[in-house]
């Protein structure tokens, strides 16, 4: 293994680190408290370790999650305190329909996701590289399907919502068409199985039997 180190600078302080670690790695190994947004180092939940990087000898500033980036050389690192926008969308899964009023449930509760000005802001801040545009796009026009694809990947950093002029905040949009998606397409296979077995006369369930045992 090379003793080779790269030097480096985040939020500020300049930090060395071996070639093979990520920004947060490189982070945390310097001596940095890190207490936020380092879900895969203790918390066990991606905390969307969102930052800026500037790559040595370039001017452009790019989106970057520290968990899955690698150190270079140079690199300039900033990382990006979560936020809550002012407005916050309420919804319950269970009161939306079977999917024939999807549309005018995503125009009720996601009035603005109809307003995109198609600047490309989502795209170019989103750190996985997702196509949100096209996302917000497909939910619009009740492709939920798609569109739940085209989000799969979203880990929620909230950078598109950050970057959006008409506050859709299309990663929140993005997961309602996933959660659309799972509670009306998606059903355990364990379920299913068993219920089929009910059905057929295989697996009997006294019912009378499991009340008087619960009393």
């Not at 969307?48 to 790019?62: M, Y």
């Not at 926008?85 to 919804?91: F, G, L, M």
């Not at 005018?104 to 490309?120: G, K, L, V």
Request: with cysteine; hydrophobic share 40%; net charge negative.
């Amino acid at each position: 293994m090379s003793d080779e180190l790269y030097r480096l600078v985040i939020d500020g302080n300049e930090v060395e680190a071996s070639p093979d670690a990520s920004i947060i790695q490189a982070y945390a190994r310097a001596g940095a408290a890190i207490t936020a947004n380092v879900g895969c180092m203790g918390q066990g939940v991606c905390g969307s370790c969102r930052c800026l990087i500037r790559r040595e000898g370039e001017r452009e500033v790019t989106t970057a999650l520290a968990c899955e980036t690698r150190v270079e050389p140079g690199m300039q690192v900033s990382f990006i305190d979560y936020f809550m926008p002012e407005h916050v969308h309420y919804y319950n899964v269970d009161e939306v329909g079977d999917g024939w009023n999807w549309l005018d449930d995503t125009a009720r509760i996601f009035p603005e996701s109809s307003h995109c000005r198609h600047c490309s802001g989502c795209d170019r801040s989103c750190p996985k590289g997702l196509q949100v545009q096209e996302g917000v796009a497909q939910v619009v026009a009740g492709d939920f399907v798609a569109a739940a694809a085209t989000f799969d990947q979203c880990v929620m950093c909230n950078l598109c919502t950050l970057a959006c002029p008409e506050n859709i905040r299309p990663n929140h949009l993005g997961l309602f068409a996933r959660r659309m998606k799972a509670a009306r397409t998606l059903r355990p296979i364990d379920l299913m199985r068993r219920l089929q077995q009910i059905d057929n006369g295989s697996m009997r369930v006294e019912i009378d039997a499991a009340t008087k045992e619960a009393h």
